[in-house]
């Protein structure tokens, strides 16, 4: 849906920028080009990626309270669940709304310390995604393959040390590369391609040394991102193992349909966010709509994947309904 031309647009851009005479060793503010969408086309896109974060926020929002409200969702599941709901609201809030007000305003500015800041949380609540997604694919696999010794495995205290786990190590690894980041210069160069403030698209507008930045990256981020994935992909396939043990066509079928809807989701979000952070060598449209999908896309997603599908989500949904219904036929 983007025209072929957007990136030399986009160069062009920068380099009306790059032309000024000063050069400054650090910047106030930062330009945010934003997607590549022509000028006639801004009020559908805004339209759409309002209604995707709105579809977002809500639908992540009613998982919350129904596992809040009903007592028969108060499980190991449920509770990573509500988190994962919690960061994907907090990801989408980070992004999303700073872009459409710019797509409203055109107003592209953005200050240094708000680019930093929004820098900081979409790293936190991107890295927690990471570790809640393995979490929740261990307990699963636990639930299957181990049934009887569920309960004692995923014990209170141990699912509030990973979930705890999770957000501590999500706010040092964040941390790590915004204190990194702020360290380097910025020259007269501040237009940033892109609709948020991107670490590798912040990185390559640094006029100072970023092999430490790169370095971290493949090495920390690449350990994470890896790791995460190898604990959900493992635990998936020691699932089917299980599963295809004892052969049902039934049993088959409610299976694939609910492991490869999240395997799908999982593979849509690792696979474009591995690809723009350690196979993209250099910065264009590509990667921004690769950037969508895992910014975007997935968040909106995760709520019809792991929860409105469930029977037992529906059924707390339906009594939640049918007991609101019901106060209100009795109030008249």
Request: charged share 10%; hydrophobic share 50%.
């Amino acid at each position: 849906f983007l025209p072929q031309n957007d990136h030399s647009m986009f160069m062009k851009i920068r380099q009306k920028s790059s032309m000024r005479p000063e050069n400054q060793s650090s910047v106030s503010q930062f330009l945010l080009l934003g997607l590549p969408i022509p000028p006639g086309q801004q009020g559908v896109f805004f339209t759409l990626f309002l209604g995707m974060y709105l579809t977002t926020v809500l639908g992540n929002l009613l998982i919350i309270l129904l596992i809040r409200l009903d007592s028969r969702l108060h499980t190991p599941m449920y509770f990573f669940l509500s988190h994962l709901a919690f960061s994907d609201i907090s990801l989408s809030s980070v992004i999303v709304p700073k872009m459409l007000r710019n797509m409203q305003t055109q107003q592209q500015s953005i200050s240094y310390v708000g680019c930093i800041s929004q820098l900081y949380f979409f790293m936190l609540f991107g890295t927690l995604d990471n570790f809640l997604l393995a979490v929740m694919a261990y307990d699963r696999y636990i639930a299957i393959c181990h049934p009887l010794h569920y309960t004692t495995v995923m014990k209170e205290g141990l699912c509030l040390l990973l979930v705890a786990g999770s957000w501590i190590l999500s706010c040092v690894i964040a941390l790590l590369h915004t204190l990194l980041l702020v360290r380097l210069s910025f020259c007269a160069d501040n237009a940033i391609i892109h609709y948020f403030c991107d670490l590798a698209a912040l990185l390559k507008l640094s006029c100072s040394d970023t092999f430490l930045n790169e370095l971290v990256i493949f090495t920390e981020g690449g350990m994470i991102l890896f790791s995460c994935f190898g604990v959900i992909l493992g635990s998936y396939i020691l699932i089917g193992t299980i599963i295809l043990r004892v052969p049902s066509t039934k049993r088959i079928l409610k299976a694939f349909s609910s492991c490869g809807s999240h395997l799908s989701v999982v593979f849509l979000y690792y696979g474009t966010a591995t690809g723009v952070y350690f196979f993209s060598s250099s910065w264009g449209s590509k990667d921004i709509i690769a950037s969508v999908m895992y910014t975007v896309v997935t968040p909106m997603l995760n709520p019809f994947i792991y929860s409105l599908r469930n029977r037992d989500i529906k059924q707390a949904l339906e009594m939640s309904f049918n007991r609101e219904l019901f106060i209100i036929i009795c109030s008249w």
